[in-house]
Every structure is written in C-alpha cells, then in structure tokens.
C-alpha cells in the first residue's frame, strides 16, 4: 500500500489475477489440444501410408513457415465469416467467435505441428532393440506402445516438450490483440486506463515469470520421472 492507501497496482489486483487465471487455462487447453494433434499427426507420418502421410507432411511444414499471429487472424477471421455464412443459410442471427475458445484452437493447432516433429524424432531415437525384445517376448502392440514405446518417448522428448511448453505459455500473449482478456489484455486495459504502462506491462512480465517458474519444477519433476532406471552418460 501505498502513504494515500492506495495499492501498488492501483486496484487492478483482482483484474490481474483474474487475467493471469485465464492465461494459464488457455495454455493448458492449448497444451492439450496440441499434445493430441502431435500424436495423430506423428502416427499419419510414420505410418508410411502416403495418404496419411503427405497431409501431415503438408500441415506441420505450413503451421512451421507462417507467423503465429497471422494464424490467429486467419482462423479466428476466417472462422467468423465461415460462421456466418453457415448462420445466412440456415437462418440463424449474427454469430460472434468466442476469443477463448479461437484461442485455444489456434495455440492447439500451431503448436500440435511442433509436437508432432518432437514426437517422431522421440520415437525414431528409440533403439530398434527395444521392439525386437518386445516380439521376441510376444507382447501386444498396445503393451509394447504402454511400457516400451511411450515411456522411451517421453523420456527422449520431454526436454524439447517442455521448451514448446513454455513457447507455447508466452504466445497466449498474443490472443489479446483479438479481444480475449487475458493477462495481457487486463495489463493493456489497466495500462490504458491509468497512462501507467510500464507499471502494468512490468506486472504481466512478472505473472509469466511466475507461471514459467512453476512450470520449471513440473517440468523437473516430470524428468526424474520419466529417467527412473537410466544413468546420466
């Protein structure tokens, strides 16, 4: 507080808060979408079937080449007008996209294409003795993908997993620009509102910073867990 009895971040607190509540469920729903557009992604390119495996080939090679923020536009303009376009033939009123939910499907599918190329190189740095063992001992496709596949996968991709993580965290900065109040957006608001933004910007820089932070000692525990068994070389 400060000698007026005013607080430091002139009552925007609760607002902050509320925003960086937001930020961290639109990562985590991104996070998830993405983890499953990374496997199914990452199974249609390692299937051999070139049906399957040229539009994964093509989806990871544009979503890589095209900045993040002109995705965003794209999907979330692109979506609106192909919303209503549906709303005009069936008769329906002005539909408006809903910020959060563009943005999780923006962030789920930009980032599905990084984690599918982490996954396959994952998978392609599993020693091909660990699958020979596991046909020798007869073991279903399922339990070999259960105990042999996916612990080694994560285990060769969490390091890289985890930078896309927290690639992934920062960019929800960027749902802001289409109306999402996010953690940036509140921090814009209260920039705008008070002609303080180096006040407000330096306490969203300090919101990621925390969230990261975190972030860090999941992604420590999830190491230890998944190195059960392996010495350092």
Request: aromatic share 14%; proline share 3%.
């Amino acid at each position: 507080m400060t000698e007026t009895g005013t607080s430091i971040l002139l009552g925007y607190e609760h607002n902050l808060l509320e925003g960086a509540l937001i930020t961290l469920e639109l990562s985590l729903g991104g996070l998830v979408l993405s983890l499953v557009i990374g496997i199914v992604a990452c199974a249609m390119r390692l299937s051999g079937i070139r049906v399957l495996k040229w539009p994964s080939v093509f989806y990871t090679t544009v979503v890589r080449g095209v900045p993040d923020l002109v995705q965003l536009f794209l999907i979330y303009y692109g979506g609106q007008f192909l919303l209503n376009m549906l709303a005009d033939k069936m008769g329906w009123g002005y539909l408006d996209m809903n910020p959060f939910i563009s943005g999780i499907f923006t962030i789920g599918f930009i980032f599905g294409a990084y984690m599918s190329e982490t996954f396959r190189g994952a998978i392609l740095a599993i020693p091909h003795g660990q699958h020979e063992a596991a046909t020798a001992y007869a073991l279903s496709r399922w339990t070999t993908f259960r105990r042999i596949t996916w612990p080694l996968m994560m285990r060769y991709a969490l390091p890289v997993l985890g930078n896309n993580w927290l690639v992934l965290l920062k960019t929800t900065a960027l749902v802001s620009v289409i109306g999402l109040n996010d953690l940036v957006g509140f921090a814009n608001l209260a920039a705008k509102s008070t002609r303080e933004p180096f006040l407000f910007y330096a306490a969203s820089a300090v919101g990621f910073l925390v969230l990261t932070s975190l972030s860090l000692g999941v992604l420590w525990w999830l190491k230890r867990r998944y190195s059960l068994g392996f010495t350092e070389r």
